[in-house]
């Protein structure tokens, strides 16, 4: 098939490149001519593990192309995805202008039959939006789908390749929509994945309710954690004995610094103010937020208890492993370290911070306020004490040794329960976790 996907970013480049992989030609479009000629030579804006490949892979075999020009790539292909930003509004809200802007675009483009598809995360009742914009601008015959994405950042092309379910929303009695769909994903769902059917309405809003109820797992759990610390339990011990009960299962009960990253946070509020704009107050999901924004700060509560108050903080140095908001990225949008670091600046503290994918995010957000280190054994120089802020592997198993030579002192502050804390009372560590 000829698909055209507007929009580089994240979702856009995994949704063309996987597409290109299994043999459809896709022309992935972009206003930023700058962007278009970096990915057009094979180089990735983003960290994303497996994506380079892909991409360059099918960049040689021309079956994936790099443009700006959208009403060439709209005329080429019968299916043209909408995958740009829905930057969060300051009322929470997702702005859809730029959704609006190419749905426009893309009316004034088309030549013939279209399939229109909304994979950007956008609010209950987009999809007639859109129609309505496209409408305005065409004669032509045309669907508008609804076909949100389910992609974990640092397992996006698992994500996509694998799926567990692809979510297609259609108006009733849209049958040929339906059948370029189904056509579309069939190499993907020949496992037994479904493709589940079903209106527009009802397809927007789950993607929102799958990132809203795991986000209030995350709170929950860090709920839990805290709890422990009060009556003497280990959170550990707990979320395994739940995890076992197959009617919850045991995955997003770890506990730790709290959520962040581009969908969780902003989904959140989206679905919130949704909510709220209809007149129904979601206290759960307010709840959660609130949670959220307070477990950002737990290691830094912990530190001040630790150094005796926070003018006990001032002017020591504090060693953070690990910026992104998860492993396996770079991004740091949301991310529990932003609001760590920006705390113990507040407060006086000097901050060294090492992360394997993160550092040039780090510095266009902090610049010269924090010692951004190239290697994770150089943040701990001089430190007063470590922060674990994200779980990567090169922080399962360090040279515990070396560590307490570097530091000034041997404090650890883990903020993802990666290490045992007999382990590190054995080793001679002041350590501290989270509802251990």
Excluded at 79 to 93: K, L, N, S, W, Y
């Amino acid at each position: 098939m000829r698909i055209a996907v507007v929009g580089t970013g994240y979702v856009g480049l995994v949704l063309g490149a996987c597409l290109a992989e299994n043999g459809n030609t896709v022309a992935c479009v972009d206003k930023d001519a700058s962007k278009v000629a970096t990915l057009g030579a094979g180089k990735m804006p983003i960290y994303e593990p497996g994506l380079e490949e892909i991409v360059r892979r099918n960049v040689v075999e021309e079956r994936l192309s790099f443009t700006t020009e959208l009403e060439a790539s709209v005329k080429a292909s019968t299916i043209v995805f909408i995958a740009v930003g829905t930057p969060q509004g300051e009322d929470g809200a997702a702005d859809l202008r730029h959704v609006l802007d190419v749905a426009r675009s893309v009316g004034r483009a088309m030549d013939k039959y279209t399939v229109v598809v909304d994979k950007s995360t956008v609010p209950v009742g987009t999809a007639k939006e859109v129609h309505k914009a496209i409408a305005a601008e065409t004669s032509q015959p045309f669907s508008v789908v609804s076909n949100p994405e389910f992609l974990k950042q640092g397992a996006a092309v698992d994500d996509f390749m694998k799926p567990d379910r692809v979510v297609v929303g259609v108006e009733p009695g849209d049958t040929r929509a339906e059948r370029a769909m189904r056509e579309l994903y069939a190499p993907f769902t020949r496992t037994g994945a479904p493709v589940m059917l079903m209106d527009t309405a009802s397809a927007e809003l789950c993607k929102y309710a799958a990132n809203s109820i795991l986000a209030t797992r995350i709170s929950f759990m860090n709920e839990i954690a805290n709890m422990c610390e009060l009556v003497g339990a280990d959170v550990d011990q707990v979320r395994r004995a739940i995890g076992a009960d197959v009617r919850i299962g045991k995955s997003f009960l770890f506990p730790g610094v709290g959520y962040g990253g581009s969908c969780f946070p902003k989904d959140v509020k989206a679905i919130l103010k949704s909510a709220g704009d209809r007149g129904y107050d979601f206290k759960i999901l307010r709840a959660v937020e609130a949670v959220n924004d307070r477990q950002k700060l737990r290691l830094v509560d912990k530190m001040i208890d630790h150094f005796n108050g926070e003018k006990g903080v001032a002017g020591r140095t504090i060693a953070l492993w690990g910026l992104a908001f998860k492993p396996r990225t770079d991004d740091m949008r949301e991310a529990p370290a932003i609001v760590i670091i920006e705390r113990l600046l507040s407060l006086g503290a000097k901050v060294r911070a090492y992360d394997p994918e993160a550092d040039d995010t780090a510095r266009r957000i902090f610049g010269d306020r924090i010692t951004i280190c190239e290697k994770s054994y150089e943040a701990l120089d001089g430190a007063d004490a470590l922060a674990l802020v994200t779980e990567w592997n090169t922080f399962r198993e360090p040279d515990f040794e070396k560590m307490k030579r570097l530091m000034r002192a041997p404090v650890v502050f883990d903020g993802r329960n990666v290490y045992s804390p007999e382990q590190m009372r054995n080793l001679g560590f002041t350590y501290f976790s989270i509802g251990r």
